[in-house]
């Protein structure tokens, strides 16, 4: 990474690692890339990254001294024997074809996805205290996750930092499709900045603006990372994606600046931040022929993401000239012309129900490989609830409308209330094709306390994970360095030939058969008179014998037989 | 006799063949009606898909056969069909066979019946004459064979029928007399859906009634022989228990299968009474109405049995019917197999008081379910208080159906001792009542 290193930066010295967690026991760093896409929308997408050179999980050591890292996603992490965390909060569904790939990409609702450590004894009791906690941390309904909808997918969710456990029994991975975003999500959030939303990029997040936009996802990811690999830190990733619409801002013109997005400006930076910086994305835009872009800034970066090679031009808050006279940074995009097509990203995918009725469906995954000559395989991970019985039996897969039989299929079935069908698939997918994955399921009838609200809105299907290694136009590296852009560091890198990308489908909303719930008593009424009726039949049958029928005489000849009786005299027949 | 049989199994064979190679059959396949979550043909290939996955079938939720099925179905698979047919023509055989068996032996009753006066003089025209006995074995296995019900469920090759299959093995070595074989089939048969566990006592009483041993408690002969026929029975059902767990090598489909039998955890709908009822039951009262639903399948034995001692094989009738009303998850198979015994009491038909009304109902019944599972599933204007009246109305029919079938029974038994035209004491004709 090409790039004059700023004046002020504070480098950890790792050579000196006891004398360092004494006296700089963490470094911060802050960023903000800003995207523009081609159909007119912009891309902001901010990272934060604490480091912390500790091991929580050490015997005998108590951490008690909470610098950058925050205090309760450390004992939370000390507490579970937690090795590594991901929760995601997402509201709205990326679109791939028109916006490329996210820098990270998440589900729409929420996701969370724990490696617990192997000295763990029980890993589901932990989980269950683990989505509590975090519940009340950012203030979700992460309480909603149970064993119904936990599932620990063996391939698809490996280790991103430190490590090479691959038992997948210490993975738990859950989404809830249905969770909504909103400020009471972004505030705690904000608040495990070590800078809080008081200073550094971190003024910009307020949550009119953020929220009135077409994709929204804030995301915490703490693994444990290897300092140039001398000594254990653990990183905490805040992130922050949001895509803002061109034509629900407003006035129209194709102009986009920092107090149009975000209604602030940036004033400085975070002062507890070693660095604080803005890439703007400029590759499209070599000769400034396309838009423009103030202030203008002589600092510019490359790198590689995504396999591929970008320019961005960068702005570095550490500096006091970024802000001008006026002590507010404001960036500003105008666009000139109009933008050319866009490259279409090499992996996509898709999902949706097909069938009528309430009764069977079939749910068809197809993933489109773009690469023109080149065929990867991909990872497709499918958790349904148990509510949508799966028939493996009727799983297909077809390219190019040609089989093509997956060679490696993990399934486990589902057991109805206590845990999902898990599948996940290795499938190659061949060059510049669309290959298409179906299997069909049935609908349960469920017992009528375990229905929503609302439940002709329908039951939702979480997305499916499409993980692959696409082949890369342009040689990654392979080796981490202090310097480089976090976007371009969170995924570790293992060969130069290919880069790892994950795509998440739409959720599937799938309506179910429902009972008529104003009707329990009722019910219980009719069915019990049902069996009564059997029961009186059965019973009159074998108890009683048959007689002939002496009709009894009437009142009248009976009151007349007691009288004479009294009198003596014979009685009438 | 035996043409028009070869004719009859002809025509069988020509329906089924032809519905199997439609395009009725997957949509048979497919109606709940037909098929319930034990015995549908869907979850049988399921389960074997699952097996060669390395997944062992039982730890999901989908299936829920015996472990011999699988046995059975991996070798035969392709050729399910035939399996069905072969299964459909077991039965009626069985059931056609059975009668010239009963015949001979009623007709020594009667016989004995009429000289020892035991019964009255004048219910000549109520005994049973061979030449009216002669067509009924052919009767029987039309009431199976072309029975729609039997058809639909062959057709969507639920094991409905291999099940009925074995309970008609079951009948036919029962009344051969052979206890051994008898027993290994009642144990099969149970093994298979615990219901038929209620064949027991049946099955029992026309051993001590051939074997001329009375049914006395204080009487050392009748436990003799009672503890030989269960042990038969208990001996049989273990072995093939130890049998299962050695094909997959766990326990695991005992909460698979009779669990899943008793506890009813699936709400699938059917034609039976569980399911709307337990999707519509409050959490604290689960239990209590399983366990009461339970026990009414298994509660009419002993009734039955005392006052049905000298008439085993009606109570075979009556048991078999109720099982198939009150069962946790009925099909119109399970329906099929009573209603082909229907034509062996056809002697009773002067008897039977809500014939009309019932047929009437169960024909209704029948029309309108596939009608309302539409509009409920597919259409969307009604819901599922429609497909549950039709059900309640069926299950009433059935009811009914059996019940009368009861009454005229017991009355022709009384008027077989106490004479057909009664008189009050007046002289007046007398009506007869239960009291």
């Known amino acids: 990474f090409r790039f004059p290193s700023p004046i002020g930066h504070i480098s950890t010295c790792p050579s000196l690692i006891g004398q360092c967690c004494k006296t700089h026991p963490g470094s911060f760093q802050e960023e903000l890339v800003i995207r523009p896409l081609h159909s007119g929308d912009i891309y902001a997408s901010f990272q934060f990254r604490t480091l912390w050179d500790t091991d929580f999980l050490q015997e005998g050591q108590k951490v008690s001294h909470y610098r950058l890292f925050p205090k309760s996603l450390g004992q939370v992490l000390s507490k ?86 691959t038992d997948h029994r210490f993975l738990r991975y859950a989404t809830l499709p249905r969770e909504i975003v909103c400020t009471e999500n972004l505030t705690p959030w904000k608040k495990l900045l070590p800078c809080g939303s008081k200073a550094g990029l971190a003024v910009l997040m307020k949550s009119e603006k953020l929220f009135h936009s077409s994709f929204h996802s804030q995301a915490v990811h703490i693994r444990p990372i290897c300092q140039q690999c001398s000594s254990k830190a653990w990183e905490l990733r805040q992130t922050l994606n949001v895509v803002f619409d061109l034509h629900t801002s407003g006035q129209g013109k194709k102009e986009w600046s920092l107090f149009k997005m975000f209604s602030r400006t940036l004033t400085e930076a975070c002062p507890l931040a070693s660095s604080s910086k803005v890439y703007v994305d400029i590759t499209d835009n070599p000769e400034g022929e396309l838009f423009e872009l103030s202030p203008a800034t002589p600092l510019l970066g490359q790198a590689v993401v995504l396999g591929d090679r970008r320019t961005y031009s960068v702005y570095d808050l550490s500096r006091a000239e970024t802000f001008g006279q006026l002590r507010s940074f404001n960036l500003l995009l105008r666009w000139k012309g109009d933008s050319g097509d866009m490259l279409r990203p090499l992996l996509h995918a898709e999902r949706y129900v097909a069938g009528f009725g309430l009764q069977t469906g079939e749910i068809h995954t197809v993933i489109y490989n773009n690469h023109p000559y080149r065929a990867f395989p991909v990872l497709l991970m499918d958790s349904v609830p148990w509510y949508l019985q799966l028939y493996i039996h009727t799983l297909t897969v077809t390219s190019k409308s040609r ?39 049935e609908r349960a009838l469920l017992k009528w306390t375990e229905y929503t609200p609302d439940p002709n809105h329908g039951f939702y299907v979480g997305s499916s994970v499409v993980s692959a290694l696409v082949p890369s136009m342009v040689a990654m590296r392979t080796n981490f360095t202090q310097d480089q852009p976090l976007f371009s560091s969170f995924v570790p890198v293992k060969e130069e030939s290919s880069y790892f990308v994950r795509v998440y489908t739409e959720p599937l909303l799938v309506n179910l058969p429902t009972p008529d719930f104003s009707m329990p008593y009722n019910v219980i009424c009719l069915t019990c008179t049902v069996v009564a009726v059997g029961y009186g039949s059965f019973y009159n049958l074998l108890t009683r014998t048959f007689q002939v029928d002496e009709p009894s005489p009437p009142l009248s000849k009976r009151l007349a037989n007691l009288i004479r009786r009294m009198r003596g005299v014979p009685l009438l027949t | ?192 859906s615990i219901y038929p566990l209620t064949l027991f006592a049946p099955a029992l009483l026309f051993f001590l009634q051939r074997l001329y041993i009375p049914v006395n408690l204080r009487r050392s002969s009748f436990w003799f022989f009672t503890l030989q026929y269960a042990f038969m029975y208990v001996g049989s059902l273990v072995v093939i228990t130890g049998l299962s767990f050695f094909l997959l090598g766990s326990w695991d489909f005992i909460p698979s299968v009779y669990g899943f039998i008793f506890s009813v955890p699936d709400l699938t709908p059917n034609i039976g009474l569980f399911w709307y009822f337990f999707a519509e039951m409050f959490e604290h009262f689960r239990l209590f109405f399983s366990c009461v639903f339970q026990i009414n399948v298994f509660f009419y034995t002993i009734p039955l049995s005392i006052k049905l001692k000298e008439h085993p094989v009606f109570l075979i009738f009556m048991q078999i019917a109720i099982i198939s009303i009150f069962k946790s998850y009925p099909t119109v198979g399970d329906v099929a197999l009573y209603m082909a015994f229907l034509p062996a009491w056809s002697h009773l038909y002067r008897f039977l008081r809500n014939i009309f009304l019932v047929s009437c109902v169960l024909l209704a019944c029948s029309a309108l379910f596939p009608v309302l599972w539409h509009l409920w599933i597919y259409a969307g204007s009604a819901n599922s208080n429609f497909y549950y009246a039709i059900t309640l109305l069926f299950n009433f029919g059935q009811i009914l159906l059996v019940a009368d079938y009861f009454y005229a029974y017991l009355r022709r038994e009384h008027h077989l001792t106490h004479g057909l035209y009664l008189k009050k004491k007046d002289g007046t004709e007398a009506t007869l009542v239960l009291k």
């Not at chain 1, 995601?88 to 617990?116: D, K």
């Not at chain 2, 439609?22 to 979550?37: G, T």
């Not at chain 2, 062992?56 to 056969?65: A, I, L, M, N, T």
């Not at chain 2, 036919?172 to 027993?183: D, I, M, V, W």
């Open chain 1, 80 to 165: 579970f024997s937690v090795r590594e965390l991901h929760i995601s909060f997402t509201q709205g569904f990326w679109r791939t074809m028109q916006w490329g790939q996210p820098f990270i990409p998440s589900p729409p609702g929420a996701e969370l996805w724990v490696w617990f450590h192997d000295t763990v004894s029980d890993v589901d009791g932990n989980w269950k205290e683990l989505t509590n906690v975090l519940s009340g941390i950012f203030c979700a309904s992460l309480n909603f996750i149970d064993l119904t909808n936990t599932v620990q997918p063996s391939a698809s969710f490996k280790p991103l930092g430190l490590g090479n456990a």
């Open chain 1, 403 to 441: 089989d093509n039989k997956p060679s490696y299929i993990h399934y486990q079935p589902a057991k109805d209330r206590h845990r999902p069908h898990l599948l996940e698939m290795l499938i190659q997918l061949p060059p510049h094709s669309m290959t298409e994955v179906t299997v069909q399921f």
């Open chain 2, 1 to 192: 006799m035996a043409a028009p049989l070869t004719l009859l199994l002809i025509v069988a064979v020509t329906i089924r063949a032809v519905l199997f190679r439609s395009s009725l059959a997957e949509l048979i396949s497919a109606r709940v009606e037909v098929v319930s979550p034990l015995n549908a043909w869907k979850r049988v290939v399921e389960g074997l898909a699952l097996l060669d996955l390395g997944v062992s079938p039982y730890s999901g939720d989908v299936f829920h056969e015996t472990p011999l099925m699988i046995y059975l179905f991996h070798f035969t698979v392709d050729y399910a069909e035939i399996v069905f047919i072969v299964s459909a023509y077991f039965v009626d055989c069985l059931s056609c066979f059975l009668k010239p068996l009963d015949r001979a032996k009623m007709f020594r009753k009667q016989k004995y019946a009429l000289e020892s006066d035991r019964y009255s003089a004048d219910c000549l025209e109520l005994l049973r004459s061979p030449k009216e006995m002669f067509y009924i074995p052919l009767k029987v296995a039309m009431f199976y064979l072309l029975n729609p019900f039997t058809i639909l469920s062959c057709v969507a090759k639920s094991t409905c029928g291999l099940n009925n299959a074995i309970i008609a093995l079951f009948i036919f070595c029962t009344l051969k007399g052979s206890a051994l074989l008898s027993g290994i089939l009642l144990a099969l048969a149970t093994y298979q």
